[in-house]
């Protein structure tokens, strides 16, 4: 079964420091991409990072990066010089090859970061 | 500007009414799925289209209907809502069902049935 844990229901950080949010998940299939998207209290969600099961680097965007750790199947998204926008909720997701035929995503439940001044 | 979009984005209704939420999407994917979002539940696939004509449910169908006639169109129709269907509900897209493919999600409907 295809599964992604977020054990980190709510995290607090100081505003310029760094934050790591940690995402594992559970799969049997040998092709998987994993994402992190952020979700503001505005409501819409906004896509963030992505990572091929194949990639041999951690993927980096801007202050965003991806600390994959394929053993451990960990996904943990570190997010550099926190600002006060950073204040959202984050959501790790796996996408994986579904026996339809497709690619689907499944999502963790959820970290909501927030950055005190 | 590439974009997916819902309406309505706010809609309040009683249980039974049937109602319909528009989806489109401007940039020709062929990939459009439907969540919900639950606090403490994350986001749970409702229903998927690889193109058009095909649609399959997700993980949390029952309840719902949706329809794919037209490539950019993917509306979610509740025929007797229910107040357990109380939620925010986000359409999605993207190009192909390929794997590298980012997934761009629509600005959300918050949904609440009386």
């Known amino acids: 079964a295809q599964k992604i844990t977020q054990t980190q229901p709510g995290m607090f950080v100081q505003e310029k420091e760094a934050v790591t949010l940690d995402c594992t998940y559970d799969?049997?299939?040998?092709?998987?991409?994993l994402f992190w998207y952020k979700q503001p209290s505005s409501g819409e969600m906004i896509f963030l990072i992505y990572?091929?099961?194949?990639?041999?680097q951690n993927a980096t965007e801007g202050r965003y990066s991806l600390n994959f750790q394929k053993a451990r199947k960990s996904a943990n998204l570190v997010i550099s010089a926190s600002q006060l926008g950073d204040s959202a909720m984050y959501f790790c997701?796996?996408?994986?090859?579904?026996?339809?035929?497709?690619?689907?995503?499944?999502f963790g439940k959820g970290t909501k970061l927030s950055v005190i001044p | 500007e590439a974009q997916v979009t819902q309406n309505p984005r706010y809609l309040i209704t009683v249980t039974g009414k049937k109602l319909t939420v528009t989806c489109s999407q401007n940039m020709n994917h062929e990939y459009m799925s439907w969540y919900r979002q639950d606090p403490g539940l994350g986001l749970r696939q409702i229903y998927y289209s690889m193109n058009v004509e095909v649609t399959d449910k997700g993980d949390v169908p029952e309840g719902y209907k949706v329809s794919r006639k037209e490539k950019r169109n993917f509306p979610l129709i509740l025929e007797s809502p229910s107040p357990n269907q109380t939620s925010l509900y986000f359409c999605?897209?993207?190009?192909?069902?390929?794997?590298?493919?980012?997934?761009?999600f629509g600005p959300g409907t918050r949904l609440t049935v009386l």
């Open positions: 997701a796996m996408r994986y090859f579904s026996g339809a035929g497709s690619y689907q995503l499944t």
């Open positions: 990572q091929g099961s194949y990639d041999q």
């Open positions: 799969t049997s299939d040998p092709s998987y991409g």
């Open positions: 999605a897209s993207r190009l192909s069902t390929s794997s590298t493919d980012t997934q761009y």
